[in-house]
């Protein structure tokens, strides 16, 4: 699995996620995000075009080489400086409320200890910062969720972890985040694939 993963699943991610219809919700994401971001799942700069003018700097965390070196070009693009800090978002090396806000777009699905990743961006965000997140995730009608729970294992091979049926609100308030703003929809596209959620969650500090 090692070239498969190294090698086709980034370029597989820079083909799904980076479609033209997912731009729209990557900019509803990050509106009002500024200042010192911390990126979970960086991948391949797919959010590097979006960031808002209030972002001042981007620590970014992605495990895959094949995704940093597409990401290059888009990084040379940008006036933000984006900075990458480490391969695991289940363990960062920042200090204590070093970052203002965090942003995080379909990775938690993928992250094998989601909640470790989310108590690092809790511990690395200041008092009052926020997480930005975008992620797909289960279903409110049991049917499609139901075959969400059948498909996970082919999509947790094919996808390198990836998970259909993980709830990113339950992640988000069983770490503690307070959700402040938050829009769930289905998009265009298969509907176990579709289920995105849009939610703005301030640090536990401050809920």
């Keep these: 699995m090692g070239l498969y993963r190294d090698h086709v699943v980034p370029r597989l991610v820079e083909l799904t996620c980076g479609a033209k219809g997912i731009e729209r919700f990557r900019r509803s994401a990050m ?21 808002p003018d209030g972002v001042t700097e981007v620590l970014a965390v992605e495990p895959a080489a094949t995704a940093r070196r597409i ?15 480490g391969l695991d978002g289940q363990s960062v090396e920042l200090p204590d409320a070093s970052c203002d806000a965090a942003l995080c777009t379909f990775s938690l699905c993928t ?21 930005h997140l ?20 082919i999509e947790r091979r094919i996808a390198d972890g990836c998970h259909l ?41 401050a809920a």
Excluded: C, M
């Design 31 to 51: 509106e009002g995000l500024s200042g010192r971001v911390l990126e979970i799942g960086f991948g391949s700069g797919l959010n590097v075009p979006h960031y």
């Design 165 to 205: 049926s993980r709830d990113p609100v339950g992640l988000l308030e069983a770490a503690g985040f307070g959700v402040e703003r938050l829009e769930q929809r289905y998009v265009a596209g298969p509907k176990p694939w579709s289920y995105f959620t849009i939610a703005v969650a301030s640090s536990p500090s």
């Design 134 to 153: 975008l992620e797909h995730g289960v279903a409110p009608d049991p049917g499609i969720a139901r075959w969400q729970r059948r498909i996970d294992p």
């Design 71 to 85: 990401a290059e070009a888009r990084i040379s693009a940008s006036e933000v400086p984006v900075l990458h800090v």
């Design 111 to 131: 992250i094998p200890d989601p909640a470790a990743a989310l108590g690092e961006v809790a511990r690395i965000l200041v008092a009052g910062g926020r997480l």
